[in-house]
């Protein structure tokens, strides 16, 4: 069985940090596209980050360039995300999500061309 869990979440103060973890088990992910997306309340939810986890090529929504970073650990099965200079709009449970859909198709933003996601860890943000 393919299994996603996420971590580092939490609440912190507008302009702060936090970094996320996504520890992918159950299969080999060389091959695989790796996304971060995001809900809040009442809204739906939004691509956030992607990964080819074999060549590293990443693509970030543009609400989130140049504070949000998204890299890539093979040996350990495991993709973060730091999160910097975070704004209340931020706030939101933070999934992670799997494909073996090149990020070539659509940037990795499509949420129907991924097969398997997380729980999600929440990511609160105080002004």
């Known amino acids: 069985q393919v299994q996603l869990v996420e971590s580092g979440g939490g609440l912190v103060q507008a302009g702060g940090s936090l970094r996320l973890s996504c520890a992918a088990s159950?299969?080999?992910?060389?091959?695989?596209?790796m996304g971060w997306f995001r809900q809040a309340p009442g809204k739906e939810r939004e691509f956030v980050a992607a990964?080819?986890?074999?060549?590293?090529?990443?693509y970030l929504a543009d609400s989130v360039k140049g504070r949000f970073t998204i890299s890539r650990a093979s040996a350990k099965n495991t993709v973060d995300m730091q999160m910097d200079s975070l704004k209340p709009e931020d706030m939101a449970v933070y999934y992670c999500?799997?494909?073996?859909?090149?990020?070539?198709?659509?940037?990795?933003?499509?949420?129907?061309?991924?097969?398997?996601w997380g729980q999600g860890t929440q990511v609160t943000v105080s002004s």
């Open positions: 159950g299969r080999t992910f060389s091959r695989y596209v």
């Open positions: 990964i080819n986890w074999s060549a590293g090529t990443t």
């Open positions: 999500a799997a494909r073996l859909l090149p990020l070539g198709v659509d940037g990795g933003k499509r949420i129907d061309l991924y097969e398997h």
